[in-house]
């Protein structure tokens, strides 16, 4: 079983859709949580850290439970410059572990 | 300026060759990682090192070695490439406090023939 697991998609969805990906961690001592973006072939980029009470940055809403191990993200009213890979990374001391991440594609 | 750098970005060489990749960053951070990314496997940890006395292996790093020539430079060896080391390599920073994330460079992409 992989330590942390994604849907890798493609999510191919209209825009202005809402959109939601789930991420699912094997470890319960990880201790810290993030959603990254990736364009294809460029380097991952830090979209928002994830925190037990939920957080939310415009479009984007995310939340961990920690008792079923899981963290989600929600993209509302998304947008054609949404498409991209969206990773779950789950940090536990010095490691951080990457999901193989899940594709978006917004159609016009 | 990018806050963190590599070179080069892209490279075609020949089975048993020796390749240098190399990073460098100026956030100041103690804590450098190398990766690399395959198609469906994520990225797996090669190396990754806490000052320039502390190395350790990841999960991956037979094939590999690094040095850490100063706190900003940290640069991954391939002593003899072989075909499977294909892939794309980014190199990753992080203060070590706990919750904050990774900064990653601009990744490179190595064929190996």
């Known amino acids: 079983r992989k330590e942390v697991e994604q849907d890798p998609g493609p999510f191919n969805v209209p825009e202005g859709a809402t959109v939601a990906f789930n991420c699912t961690y094997s470890?319960?001592?990880?201790?810290?949580f993030f959603w990254y973006r990736q364009d294809c072939r460029k380097e991952p980029k830090l979209l928002m850290s994830v925190y037990s009470s939920g957080n939310e940055d415009g479009r984007f809403t995310a939340q961990l439970n920690r008792a079923s191990q899981y963290i989600s993200l929600l993209i509302r009213d998304s947008k054609l410059s949404d498409s991209a890979t969206y990773l779950c990374?789950?940090?536990?001391?010095?490691?951080?572990?990457f999901g193989t991440g899940t594709r978006l594609k917004v159609l016009a | 300026d990018a806050d963190v750098t590599q070179t080069p970005r892209n490279r075609i060489t020949k089975t048993g060759k020796r390749i240098m990749l190399e990073c460098s960053q100026t956030?100041?951070?103690?804590?450098m990682y190398w990766y690399r990314q395959d198609p469906g496997l994520g990225l797996r940890l090669i190396y990754y090192?806490?000052?320039?006395?502390?190395?350790n292996k990841g999960e991956i790093s037979d094939g590999y070695s690094v040095s850490r020539q100063a706190q900003a430079k940290f640069s991954l060896s391939l002593e003899s490439a072989i075909p499977n080391q294909t892939a794309l390599y980014f190199c990753a920073t992080s203060d070590g406090l706990l919750g904050n994330e990774q900064f990653f460079g601009p990744g490179t992409r190595l064929t190996v023939l």
């Open positions: 956030k100041g951070h103690d804590r």
């Open positions: 470890n319960s001592a990880s201790q810290s």
């Open positions: 090192s806490f000052d320039v006395k502390d190395i």
């Open positions: 990374v789950v940090g536990q001391g010095y490691k951080y572990i």
